[in-house]
């Protein structure tokens, strides 16, 4: 499976970005997408996720401001980030959870990320 991440970028304290990624293999079932983040010097953290059943769960750091969404064809995920503050820049890596047909082990694939920097 191929995540391909687009969206990132610079903005100001304030400004919002836009984070899109597709999953590529259509013989993968993907029961879940999400956003991660890292960074320099930090661990990897969650932002959001998104299961098959629209159900929602956000880092408590980016409630109100980030919201996670997918399309109809439940290969791509959206994250709408508001309100950016330098606390947000990180690099953002997609990932989709799921599984094959015929096969009960359950998979995590991770895109390349996209850098998202937000500074005056």
């Known amino acids: 499976v191929q995540l391909a991440e687009s969206g990132g970028g610079s903005v100001q304290p304030g400004g919002s970005l836009r984070l899109s990624c597709v999953a590529s293999e259509s013989d993968f079932t993907i029961n879940a997408m999400g956003w991660y983040r890292q960074a320099p010097g930090k661990q990897r953290e969650l932002v959001a996720t998104i299961r098959n059943s629209g159900s929602t769960n956000y880092a408590d750091s980016v409630k109100g401001r980030f919201t996670i969404s997918r399309t109809n064809a439940k290969n791509t995920v959206i994250l709408q980030m508001n309100s950016l503050n330098p606390e947000d820049t990180a690099v953002y890596l997609c990932?989709?959870?799921?599984?094959?047909?015929?096969?009960?082990?359950?998979?995590?694939?991770w895109g390349r990320g996209t850098q998202v920097t937000v500074s005056s």
């Open positions: 990932s989709a959870e799921g599984f094959y047909m015929g096969y009960d082990a359950v998979y995590t694939y």
